[in-house]
């Protein structure tokens, strides 16, 4: 998040899209809830109709995968009533004349046909938005999770940017991170094309750095593969092995066929996890380790601020701490990799990471820091961009409308989004362990409007049959007030009717984001 | 000191700004004043008036956490007469339910008959669940209410335990409407609120309905603000044990990205309840269902406690140095034979980032490839 959680109840306007707030960060829609009891302006824009909406002023329902094209049509309204402020636009930004030209052609009757929003209401929204003090965007899976993800994202910055919300209190392009540390675990360079700090692993200084921090030579200066194109490289035979610490690919990985029959086909699989999960049963060794509750840490929260981690209980068994497993392996393998603690580790980390250098446990015992922090007396950096971008100005970037790469037809009638409900967590390793949670969720559904339900003949509650162009699954209908008509929403916790047989394995280029929330399905009774 | 904004509590005088209330401005100079209803954050309700104290020139007692603080005024926090009034309201609230807790003083002969009906009716405790940690029985014993005469009020609507999560038990309710300030203000998630008049009154969720078939999202905010023992966590009841020792260590929740601070109570190596942490960012108390409720996967007996190794088809249980020494081997033997780039690391968004560090090191400094990533796009 480029802003805090607490600052988003400060907007005179808050533009929600593509996140269920409620469900899938509960704590922190509270702040937007308030804000709206507040009287200030929630608008939702999503394909359901989520919770949230019951909190909002506006809901604007986009068809699923179209919005580039609303986003374009807000600026295309703004540039036209000269609602974008100019001295922003001027000082901080550069590439406004592209984006001028290129949202010309999405007048709001355009992108009525395009997304399904009435004219009207891009028009009125586009003027709150603009209007606004201080505006705030939040997003969340429902932007990223497409084949044009990245471009999504950039839509959306040139949106706050156009009318100068960002760098500001209130304001800001906010991402929800959907679990606990991915914010950390891309901090820490926990991705294919860079260490620590998204410092790149084919710049030769980054690379130089390391090598002498590291004690060690020949580093890779070539990025790696994401975990999409492991499996698909697996499936042909093209990859060897795998070490998975803590995640359970699975249930949560698009196109489960493929992607089992990619993990059946590695030479060797070592699974680090706290329960035998769908991945870790398949796997040739499995290694037992801590959860949080057992461990001294520090997670990243979505908006940047460093926490601190407790053990609380003893771990059972003879289960041991993940960073030891991995020194342990790594030693074994003749490289000497040893730490007393995990604060020693921190330290390091410290070190080679500018934006936590001035960060120690000491100073984060009571309340977590904001990164970037470079030094031991710099506050941490709530907001970001207050006076310059990353890259010195803000970028606009021309962007066009691209259609999902699956669209429905007569075999495929219905479109599929899939996501999180309140009750479960990801792929439920954890939550379904607690009765009270199963008893409130216990099993997944197919939810599907009534309209919808109507036409196919079916009843809610009644078990049905989902079939897309990869495969098949088998749930209960839910017949809910959420659905539009025409879509159709399943979670995907479930391993016994994981909504990833389903979904499209097909990436954006850059983000290397699946499409889990656009693929083309049809319904049938179950037998 | 100018009179413009001063007010004096306790013939001590006190700046103060505009808009805060008594209450405030006497807190924030270390000033005692008891509360029940007032719930930061939140509109003033005046509901339980315990924090009535004297204003010079007011016909009545001033409910201290609604009224503003006005330049002049002159305070008595604690006067005779407050003491009086305290008493009174607090010896009406325990007279109005079950709140058989030590305060209560039995007689010996009440206490036999007091055993029996704890044997004949299973929801009538013998000592309240929340003993010791009750703002009520705080403030009966620094007031020093003697309760002894006053006839124990049976429960005006039976235990509601139909949710897997909380227990409802209107009969040590005292209606203070902290739990509906709570769910109304601060979650937002308005699925409960007074319902009844007079003597009637009661705490209801939508029509008078279990909590389960409302609004509500167990998000367990209610429990965590209720005074006295009317809402308590399900499976604190069931597994904490009473007067023995526990531990609270503040950590972060391992749900979402939000990042809520929580405060985990210990007892026996087992997390036995989890609070939000008070007055801290990012979630100010503040949890959800799963971050307050979904900690049984920690004592699961599911865990696993052995690595495991694949042999015939089947995971079978091994030795640390059999298993490290297994991993070690195939490594080496991959890399060499088809080299680094054909192996892979997935690390995890849920684990530490100390764990996220070494996860790349490991990948970068000793498998020698790139090939790292987590699951956070999925
Ligand atoms: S349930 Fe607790 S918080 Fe709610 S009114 Fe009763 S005593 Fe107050
Ligand atoms: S648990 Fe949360 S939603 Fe349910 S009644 Fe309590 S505060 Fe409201
Ligand atoms: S308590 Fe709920 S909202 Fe807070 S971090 Fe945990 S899962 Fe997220
Ligand atoms: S605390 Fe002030 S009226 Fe209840």
Redesign the interface.
């Known amino acids: 998040m480029t802003n805090t959680i607490a600052d988003i109840e400060t907007a005179d306007v808050i533009l929600v899209t593509g996140s269920n707030t409620t469900e899938n960060h509960p704590v922190l829609s509270t702040f937007i809830k308030r804000a709206a009891l507040k009287g200030n302006t929630v608008i939702v824009v999503d394909p359901r109709k989520i919770k949230l909406t019951e909190h909002s002023q506006n809901w604007l329902r986009p068809n699923p995968g179209t919005d580039i094209a609303w986003i374009n049509g807000l600026m295309n309204v703004i540039i036209q009533e000269k609602l974008h402020n100019s001295e922003f636009i001027k000082n901080r930004t550069e590439g406004f004349e592209a984006i001028q030209e290129s949202v010309k052609l999405y007048t709001p009757e355009y992108v009525e046909k395009i997304t399904g929003i009435p004219a009207h209401d891009i028009i009125e929204t586009a003027r709150l938005f603009a209007k606004a003090d201080k505006a705030s965007i939040c997003y969340c899976m429902g932007i990223t999770q497409h084949t044009c993800g990245t471009d999504n994202v950039k839509s959306l910055a040139n949106l706050s940017m156009l009318c100068g919300h960002l760098g500001k209190a209130g304001g800001g392009v906010n991402p929800l991170r959907g679990q606990n540390n991915v914010q950390g675990a891309c901090d820490m360079g926990g991705l294919p094309n860079v260490f620590t700090a998204y410092q790149k692993v084919d710049d030769p200084n980054a690379i130089k750095k390391y090598e002498a921090f590291w004690n060690i030579t020949g580093l890779s200066n070539k990025p790696g593969l994401a975990v999409t194109e492991m499996i698909h490289k697996a499936e042909k035979g093209e990859f060897k092995s795998l070490y998975i610490i803590g995640e359970n690919p699975l249930v949560s990985d698009p196109d489960l066929n493929h992607a089992e029959k990619g993990f059946r086909n590695l030479e060797f699989l070592v699974v680090q996890d706290i329960f035998l999960t769908e991945t870790a049963k398949i796997a040739d060794v499995v290694l037992p380790s801590f959860c949080f509750a057992e461990k001294n840490g520090t997670f990243s929260n979505t908006e940047r601020r460093v926490q601190r981690v407790r053990k609380a209980v003893e771990a059972p068994g003879f289960a041991r701490e993940d960073w030891k497993i991995t020194c342990e392996i790594a030693t074994r393998m003749g490289t000497n990799m040893h730490y007393n603690s995990a604060e020693e580790i921190f330290k390091e980390i410290r070190q080679v990471t500018p934006s936590y250098a001035g960060i120690t446990w000491e100073r984060i015992e009571k309340v977590g820091i904001h990164w970037p922090c470079p030094t031991v007396d710099h506050p941490g950096t709530p907001i970001l961009h207050t006076t310059k971008f990353t890259r010195g100005k803000g970028l606009f970037h021309a962007i066009h409308h691209q259609p999902p790469a699956e669209l429905t037809d007569e075999k495929y009638p219905l479109v599929l989004t899939t996501g999180r409900v309140l009750y479960h967590y990801h792929t439920g390793s954890m939550t379904m362990k607690s009765d009270g949670l199963n008893e409130m969720s216990p099993e997944c559904f197919v939810e599907i409007s009534q309209n919808d339900a109507a036409k196919l003949d079916i009843v809610d509650g009644e078990m049905v049959n989902v079939f897309s162009r990869r495969g098949k699954i088998k749930a209960k209908l839910s017949i809910s007030s959420k659905a539009v008509d025409g879509t159709v929403f399943i979670p995907f916790h479930f391993a016994k009717a994981a909504a990833n047989r389903l979904t499209n394995a097909k990436i954006d280029p850059v983000a290397k984001i699946p499409e889990f929330k656009v693929c083309a399905i049809t319904i049938q009774k179950a037998a | 000191m100018s009179k413009e904004n001063t007010i004096t509590i306790d013939n001590k005088q006190f700046a103060f700004k505009a808009g805060e209330t008594i209450l405030e401005v006497a807190k924030r100079n270390n000033i005692f004043i008891p509360t029940l209803c007032h719930l930061k954050e939140t509109t003033p309700t005046g509901a339980c008036r315990i924090c009535i104290v004297e204003v010079k020139g007011a016909r009545d007692l001033v409910p201290s956490c609604a009224a503003p603080a006005v330049s002049g005024m002159f305070v008595r926090s604690e006067s005779p007469e407050v003491i009086k009034a305290r008493k009174n309201i607090i010896q009406l609230m325990l007279a109005s339910g079950n709140h058989n807790c030590a305060i209560r003083k039995f007689e010996p002969d009440d206490w036999t008959s007091f055993h029996l009906k704890v044997l004949k009716e299973d929801n009538y405790n013998e000592l309240c669940p929340v003993w010791g940690d009750c703002k009520l029985q705080d403030l009966a014993y620094r007031y020093q209410v003697v309760t002894k005469l006053l006839p124990v009020s049976l429960s005006k609507y039976p235990m509601e335990t139909v949710n897997?999560?909380i227990i409802r038990d209107f009969s040590r309710c005292i209606l203070c409407g902290r739990c509906v300030q709570a769910c109304r203000?601060?979650?937002?998630n308005n699925a409960i609120d007074f319902g009844y008049r007079g003597a009637k009154a009661k705490i209801v969720a939508g029509a008078d309905v279990p909590l389960?078939d409302s609004d509500c999202?167990?998000?367990g905010e209610c429990v965590q603000v209720c005074p006295v023992g009317a809402l308590i966590p399900?499976?604190t009841f069931k597994n904490k044990k009473r007067f023995e020792k526990t531990?609270t260590?503040?950590?972060?929740?391992?749900?979402?990205?939000?990042?809520?601070?929580m405060e985990?109570t210990?007892q026996d190596?087992?997390?036995v309840e989890i609070n939000g942490a008070e007055d801290?960012?990012?979630?100010r108390g503040?949890?959800?269902?799963?971050?307050r409720?979904?900690?049984?996967?920690?004592?699961?007996p599911?865990?696993?406690?052995?690595?495991?190794?694949?042999k015939n088809g089947k995971?079978e249980e091994a030795s640390?140095d059999e298993?490290?020494?297994?991993?070690?081997a195939?490594?080496?033997e991959?890399k060499t034979k088809?080299g680094?780039?054909?192996?892979?690391?997935?690390?995890?968004?849920?684990?530490?980032?100390?764990?996220?560090?070494?996860?790349?090191?490991?990948?970068?400094?000793?498998l020698?490839?790139?090939?790292?990533?987590?699951?956070?796009?999925?």
Request: proline letters at 3%.
């Open positions: 897997p999560f203000e601060i979650q937002v389960k999202v167990f998000c399900k499976e531990e260590v503040r950590t972060t929740c391992s749900y979402c990205g939000v990042g809520c601070q985990l210990v190596n087992k997390i801290v960012e990012p979630n503040s949890l959800c269902v799963k971050g409720y979904g900690y049984d996967f920690v004592a699961s599911e865990r696993l406690t052995t690595p495991l190794i694949k995971l640390w298993a490290l020494g297994l991993v070690a195939r490594f080496t991959i088809h680094a780039d054909l192996m892979g690391v997935l690390t995890s968004a849920r684990v530490t980032n100390e764990d996220n560090y070494i996860a790349q090191k490991f990948t970068r400094s000793v020698k490839t790139n090939n790292i990533d987590h699951c956070a796009r999925l």
